[in-house]
């Protein structure tokens, strides 16, 4: 579903993603894992098309999207979730919503019609709402949640589009225990068809999420392959998981 | 519909009243301060829709402004067309200029924007001044006006024209509240909100921002076509960049993204303009120090006075 092949990207003389390759099919689970500053959030924005790639490309669904800008990948069914929210702050949940939904059906370019008769809209709202488990703060301020509440806005916003390919930059990053816990029963509740790639510092998570992982190291890929052959990996384990090897 | 707009409404209608009232009751120099009013609403709440709802803060909106009243003016003098296409000449010429010009002004953002608007509104204005055609420096008068003796009223009139002027402002006024209140209105404040979001979530950002800019230039254009009308007179003036921070003056005093609150912020600005100046040489330091008061006593300018906290807080 989502494929990338040998991406490279330098800014500077400072190589970021060197010959990164990543494969996707349609129901995947796969993490990318590493530490800062290792090409993780890099290589999503040459996923998500913030960035474009000084070589390699991406193909989505089978179709080259290397030159397509983020709105137009996003179109193609492609969704994102970002590290800091990235909400629409001075607006209600629900509102949110409803812009999220509007956008990802394409019914923006209407001028006759109000906005919040929109057929079906209110509906959908409610739906994804209960989905991410936000009706009680429907009429709450984006900016007024409490952290873990924007983050599960953060995911809604992503899944309005009913995307086919997934991307999560660190959904749990800054949550308390219990907060992530309810955040990866979200993910793990997440459609069986959509592609999967989550970015995420915490192990636990991964190991509970994934099928497959990549680790990231210094940009390029150190090692690719179920969670029990990373965690079995000499290398990984001297690089990340700070564990001593005898 | 949400409060805000309702209350957006009803000062809109109060406003309608007030300008109804003020219309039965004013002499001459109070009709013609009317007509001035109405034009400059206009003017003001095209504005509004590029920087209170879309988050495009044009120094430059005055070029639209200027390009209605000139194309106006001249099809109506040269032509010896009829003076109403003429009139939709003018829209036509503004909202097809701001088109072709949004296309490249939308690529840039922030002080960029402001930049770049205000480069083109300036050669707008350095064109005007040196184009014989047009009358140059002078610019050129005697701009025939359109004809409503059918209607049994002449524009030439100020008492008429005002009536006229006042009922095509609650037009505007209610054109831009539907667009504003429609799916698209809605993917503008998106935008404005967080555009990065907006992308990532699969909206065209650039083509929203240009449809928005060729609006709010034909309706610049209309009021430039009225101002054409009500003074039958066109001159570069129009076009300098100071008419451009004067409009973006009246917008933020009366409160951006409200639509009547610029409609309050023209009158405002034209009526104290007048009394200042009458009073003293120094009126542009008066008006300079009561816009400052507003900006730091009001952050939502005028409208934002008439909204009580606890709204403001949580919507």
Redesign the interface.
Known sequence: MLEARGLGKAFGALEVTRNVSLSLPAGARHAVVGPNGSGKTTLFNLL?GELRPDYGSVLLAGRDVTRL????R??LGL??S?QRN???????VR?NL???L???Q???????????R?PGLAGDVEALARRLRLEDALG??AR?LAYGTQRQLELA?AL??APKVLLLDEPTAGMSAEETAAMTALIADLPRDIALLIVEHDMEVVFEIAQRVTVLDYGRVLIEGTPAEVRGSEAVRRRYLGERVP | MSTGERRQHIVAALLLLAALAAWRFSGYAGEDRLGEIAVWAIFAMSLDLLVGYAGLVSLGHALFFGLGAYAMASLALFLKGSPSLALLAGVATAGLSALAIGAIVVRLAGVFFIMITLAFGQMGWAYFLRARAFGGIGGMSGVRQIDLGRLGLDLANPADFALIAIIAAALVYLLLALITASPFGRMLVALHQNEHRARALGLPVQRYKLAAFALAGALAGFAGGLQAQRTGFVSPELLVWTTSGEVLIMVILGGLGTLVGPVAGAAIWVVLRHILSDMTAYWMMAMGLFFIAVVLFAGGGLMGLARPRAAADDA
């Not at chain 1, 800008?69 to 137009?72: A, F, H, I, L």
């Open positions: 998500a800008p983020p709105d137009m996003a179109r969704a994102r970002f990235n909400l629409f702050p001075d607006l209600s509102e409803a812009l999220a509007a956008i990802a394409r019914r923006g370019a209407v001028f006759w019609r109000r906005f919040a929109l709450r301020r007024s916003l309005a589009g």
